[in-house]
């Protein structure tokens, strides 16, 4: 609710420090959750379902909104963006298969705050965030891999180590106001690029190596 009031009044400072915060105790409330048993406490409430409102919400719904209410583009063009997000992460949270084997994603897995978040820092073209969303939101549909940080064991050390930075960074780029110097700001690109594609990668290798063995 907070950082649609800062949407609203287009601080997007605010916005994506209150989007922070969500992404924090996104990573913590599991383990409190277990820590305190709030499955055998609490039987009725689900807190899958309940996860799944909340990530909606702070991944795809109030970064889709930020990116129409954002000035990119034209109004028309930007309102297309937000609806194409919002329906396709609808679709995803709604999919069984969202888990791989390896606890990675099957297709893009909605992260659009992130994803909106590099929007803000770099305010490219229209083009460019034309074809990134439409991109993302085909990947979203497709068997291709993306990395879960904690719950991949395969390179989770690195993959670990690049997320801290990534927070770090993201939280340097935020008290510069979204207008970190360079080198934060392609740094901040650079660890994004490699967590978006780290599973994608292992899935080639993967591939790669069955094909050798002609299995």
Not at 8 to 23: M, N, T
Not at 34 to 47: A, D, K, Q, W
Not at 68 to 93: D, H, M
Request: no cysteine.
């Amino acid at each position: 609710m907070l950082a649609a009031v800062s949407a609203y009044k287009l601080d997007w400072q605010a916005f994506f420090a209150w989007l922070g915060i969500a992404l924090f105790v996104d990573g913590v409330d599991g383990p409190i959750a277990r820590r305190f048993h709030v499955e055998r406490n609490l039987p009725t409430i689900s807190g899958a379902a309940l996860d799944f409102v909340v990530d909606y919400v702070t991944y795809v719904f109030l970064p889709a909104f930020a990116l129409a209410t954002g000035g990119f583009t034209s109004a028309p063009i930007a309102l297309a963006l937000a609806g194409v997000i919002v329906f396709t992460s609808a679709l995803y949270f709604a999919d069984t298969r969202m888990k791989m084997k390896n606890n990675a994603f099957r297709g893009f897995p909605a992260v659009w705050n992130g994803v909106v978040f590099l929007f803000f820092v770099f305010r490219p073209p229209t083009e460019v965030i034309v074809g990134v969303t439409l991109l993302l939101a085909v990947l979203t549909f497709l068997p291709v891999a993306f990395v879960h940080p904690v719950r991949v064991e395969r390179w989770r050390p690195l993959t670990l180590a690049v997320t801290v930075v990534w927070f770090v960074l993201a939280g340097i780029t935020l008290a510069e106001s979204l207008a970190p110097p360079a080198v934060v700001a392609w740094s901040l690109l650079a660890t994004s690029l490699y967590l978006a594609s780290v599973a994608a990668v292992q899935q080639g290798l993967d591939w790669f190596d069955r094909a050798r063995r002609g299995l």
